[in-house]
């Protein structure tokens, strides 16, 4: 007896035991943190209540024996509504499978539709598979194959690749989590933003839905759809899809109009075409071998144009001798070339305190502008140009080179023109010719002043020698003033002679001894060896402040006929009979 009731009791636990209900094969996302874990205990409103179903069935042999619904399904969790063809229910766990169309409707107005879904009533979080699609209440669309959630946190994420769109633009990123309260979206990897007209691709950037604010946390670049060549490039910064107003920060590149920006810190508006920078700018024109540096810049994409202050300094790169200028602001742009509008020129301008370095050529002048295609320099207020050993100044000077050979053409002075040239460059004597006028055009060869026309009051005092065939040397003559309505001047190595002279002219030639060293510079002889740019970094500096040259006056044969005149006065004097007064 006692044997049969342990017999039937072996049997009950064990037909009972084949009646239990297995446990949720769940997603890793949805195990329970503590292994082997009692189930909890959930209050009666926590738990996930049907509401609708066409059938409830229970078979052992399928879902583990526990219950399922099919037939519109319809159940309800803290206000969130599950609708599937099919729903299994782990009813001791609070948990359920939903299988076919399925869709959840979430108390904040987003909804999910997958074919798959797993949910937990107890952590609120779920998975959903198979072409997920989830739509928050203002219209934004995320697209995966496998999404997972949580409605505490208010959250979604996935790991499999997906899309997001807002109606105005489209992300694609390998992973993603978007907080559905905030409306951000942290994408990691590599992500693609693309609407009508840019592309952002780049690495782990976090979307704002609501502010249209992109932040970028890895090597970004926004194309130009329209024209690739356009674009911005950074690691790190801000940017509005809604306005396309970038704010870089770190290693940021502005391409437009094949020319680049770079700066520590950035702001570029693509509608508008405005872009400024910051700390250490550089604007490069690859096209017009140009490129400017400063501590502040601005570019206007729309007209073409760009500035540069802060300490500014602009290289004109020529294939054998560069360009290179200063000023306290410094103005580059371009406009259609009056003859042919299918072509663009170039220009440049510099403004305050400009100076410019050249091999072959060096100015200052209160401003600068430079016709970059047809290589002509104009200099205002106060230029002064140097070559070699010649100085130039006037009330504005023109400057011509040539744009093949890269040489100095010719200079033309307007209003007080004054050319200089030291007659000995190899000596500190104090000897310079000189030519002044109202105007003046001074043509160069090889870099040098080969001849000079002035115009208008000429004057000119120039040292004159002869060649003695004897020594096979050059010997001083004396010096020349020279005055006459127009006046034509050749250089020939040390020498500059007056090859023509007319309306008006007058012209005497006073030996060493006879011309006093006062006549021998006009009054407003104005040579400048301390503001003279002798190397490009000298326009860096409103001047290089050079030690003045002592000149060493050749007075000796003045000296010695003054001395003779003195002593033949001394004797006539001498000879004078004496008064004495009685």
Same mark, same amino acid.
């Given at each position: 007896m006692r044997l049969f009731l342990v017999l039937l009791l072996f049997i009950s636990t064990f037909t009972f035991a084949q009646d239990k209900p297995k446990p949720a094969q769940r997603d890793p996302y949805l195990q329970n943190p503590v292994k082997n874990a009692t189930p909890q205990?959930?209050? +009666?409103?926590?738990?996930?209540?049907?509401?609708?179903?066409?059938?409830?069935?229970?078979?052992?042999?399928?879902?583990?024996?526990?219950? %399922?619904?099919?037939?519109n399904v319809k159940i309800d969790h803290k206000g969130s509504i599950l609708t599937a063809d099919e729903v299994v229910m782990y009813e001791e766990e609070n948990f359920v499978k939903a299988i076919g169309n399925v869709r959840l409707q979430n108390t904040d107005g987003s909804v999910i539709t997958a074919a798959e879904m797993e949910y937990d009533g107890n952590t609120q979080k779920g998975v959903a598979r198979k072409n997920v699609v989830l739509t928050d209440p203002k219209g934004t669309v995320i697209k995966t194959e496998t999404m997972y959630y949580d409605r505490v946190l208010n959250q979604a994420y996935y790991n499999t690749g997906g899309t997001i769109n807002d109606g105005k633009s489209t992300t694609y990123s390998k992973s993603a989590t978007y907080y559905l309260t905030t409306r951000t979206i942290d994408l990691t990897g590599r992500v693609k933003i693309e609407d009508a007209q840019y592309v952002l691709e780049g690495d782990n950037v976090v979307q704002n839905q609501n502010t249209?604010?992109?932040?970028?946390?890895?090597?970004?670049?926004?194309?130009?759809?329209?024209?690739?060549?356009?674009?911005?490039?950074?690691?790190?910064?801000?940017?509005?899809?809604?306005?396309?107003?970038?704010?870089?920060?770190?290693?940021?590149?502005?391409?437009?109009?094949?020319k680049i920006l770079t700066g520590d810190e950035m702001y570029y508006n693509q509608f508008s075409g405005f872009g400024k920078a910051t700390g250490n700018v550089t604007l490069d024109d690859p096209n017009e071998k140009r490129y400017m540096k400063g501590g502040y810049g601005e570019i206007f994409e729309k007209q073409d144009s760009s500035m540069m202050t802060k300490s500014p300094y602009a290289v004109k790169i020529l294939e054998k001798d560069s360009i290179y200028f200063s000023a306290e602001k410094i103005i580059s742009y371009q406009r259609l070339d009056s003859l042919d509008p299918t072509k663009k020129k170039s220009f440049m301008r510099a403004f305050r305190k400009g100076r410019f370095y050249k091999s072959n050529a060096q100015g200052r002048a209160d401003s600068l502008a430079f016709n970059e295609t047809d290589g002509v320099l104009h200099m205002y207020r106060d230029?002064?140009?140097?070559?070699?050993?010649?100085?130039?100044?006037?009330?504005? =000077?023109?400057?011509?080179?040539?744009?093949?050979?890269?040489?100095?053409?010719?200079?033309? $002075?307007?209003?007080?023109?004054?050319?200089?040239?030291? =007659?000995?460059?190899?000596?500190?004597?104090?000897?310079?010719?000189?030519?002044?006028?109202?105007?003046?055009?001074?043509?160069?060869?090889?870099?040098?002043?080969? !001849?000079?026309? $002035?115009?208008?009051?000429?004057?000119?005092?120039?040292?004159?020698?002869?060649?003695?065939?004897?020594?096979?040397?050059? !010997?001083?003559?004396?010096?020349?003033?020279?005055?006459?309505?127009?006046?034509?001047?050749?250089?020939?190595?040390?020498?500059?002679?007056?090859?023509?002279?007319?309306?008006?002219?007058?012209?005497?030639?006073? +030996?060493?001894?006879?011309?006093?060293?006062?006549?021998?510079? %006009?009054?407003?002889?104005?040579?400048?060896?301390?503001?003279?740019?002798?190397?490009?970094?000298?326009?860096? $500096?409103?001047? +290089?402040?050079?030690?003045? $040259?002592?000149?060493?006056?050749?007075?000796?044969?003045?000296?010695?006929?003054?001395?003779?005149? !003195?002593?033949?006065?001394?004797?006539?004097?001498?000879?004078? +009979?004496?008064?004495?007064?009685?």
């Amino acid at each position: 007896m006692r044997l049969f009731l342990v017999l039937l009791l072996f049997i009950s636990t064990f037909t009972f035991a084949q009646d239990k209900p297995k446990p949720a094969q769940r997603d890793p996302y949805l195990q329970n943190p503590v292994k082997n874990a009692t189930p909890q205990q959930v209050k +009666p409103g926590d738990r996930v209540k049907i509401l609708n179903a066409d059938e409830i069935k229970k078979d052992p042999a399928k879902y583990d024996g526990n219950r %399922f619904l099919t037939g519109n399904v319809k159940i309800d969790h803290k206000g969130s509504i599950l609708t599937a063809d099919e729903v299994v229910m782990y009813e001791e766990e609070n948990f359920v499978k939903a299988i076919g169309n399925v869709r959840l409707q979430n108390t904040d107005g987003s909804v999910i539709t997958a074919a798959e879904m797993e949910y937990d009533g107890n952590t609120q979080k779920g998975v959903a598979r198979k072409n997920v699609v989830l739509t928050d209440p203002k219209g934004t669309v995320i697209k995966t194959e496998t999404m997972y959630y949580d409605r505490v946190l208010n959250q979604a994420y996935y790991n499999t690749g997906g899309t997001i769109n807002d109606g105005k633009s489209t992300t694609y990123s390998k992973s993603a989590t978007y907080y559905l309260t905030t409306r951000t979206i942290d994408l990691t990897g590599r992500v693609k933003i693309e609407d009508a007209q840019y592309v952002l691709e780049g690495d782990n950037v976090v979307q704002n839905q609501n502010t249209n604010i992109v932040n970028i946390n890895g090597p970004t670049t926004i194309t130009n759809k329209k024209d690739p060549k356009n674009r911005i490039v950074t690691d790190k910064g801000t940017y509005n899809t809604g306005t396309k107003e970038a704010f870089l920060y770190k290693n940021s590149k502005v391409y437009y109009n094949d020319k680049i920006l770079t700066g520590d810190e950035m702001y570029y508006n693509q509608f508008s075409g405005f872009g400024k920078a910051t700390g250490n700018v550089t604007l490069d024109d690859p096209n017009e071998k140009r490129y400017m540096k400063g501590g502040y810049g601005e570019i206007f994409e729309k007209q073409d144009s760009s500035m540069m202050t802060k300490s500014p300094y602009a290289v004109k790169i020529l294939e054998k001798d560069s360009i290179y200028f200063s000023a306290e602001k410094i103005i580059s742009y371009q406009r259609l070339d009056s003859l042919d509008p299918t072509k663009k020129k170039s220009f440049m301008r510099a403004f305050r305190k400009g100076r410019f370095y050249k091999s072959n050529a060096q100015g200052r002048a209160d401003s600068l502008a430079f016709n970059e295609t047809d290589g002509v320099l104009h200099m205002y207020r106060d230029p002064i140009l140097w070559s070699g050993e010649k100085q130039v100044t006037g009330d504005k =000077v023109e400057a011509y080179f040539n744009t093949q050979t890269e040489d100095l053409d010719s200079v033309r $002075v307007i209003g007080n023109a004054f050319a200089i040239s030291k =007659v000995d460059s190899l000596t500190l004597k104090d000897e310079f010719n000189q030519v002044k006028g109202k105007f003046m055009n001074a043509y160069y060869q090889n870099n040098d002043i080969k !001849e000079i026309k $002035v115009i208008g009051n000429a004057q000119a005092i120039t040292y004159a020698d002869d060649f003695n065939e004897k020594t096979k040397e050059n !010997e001083r003559i004396g010096i020349s003033l020279t005055s006459c309505g127009i006046i034509g001047a050749f250089f020939e190595e040390k020498l500059m002679q007056i090859i023509s002279c007319s309306i008006g002219a007058t012209s005497d030639t006073y +030996p060493m001894s006879k011309i006093e060293p006062s006549k021998r510079k %006009f009054p407003d002889f104005n040579w400048n060896t301390k503001d003279r740019i002798r190397k490009w970094q000298d326009i860096l $500096v409103d001047t +290089p402040n050079n030690e003045e $040259v002592k000149y060493q006056a050749d007075d000796e044969l003045y000296n010695q006929a003054q001395e003779a005149v !003195e002593k033949e006065r001394a004797k006539e004097e001498a000879k004078k +009979p004496k008064r004495t007064r009685k």
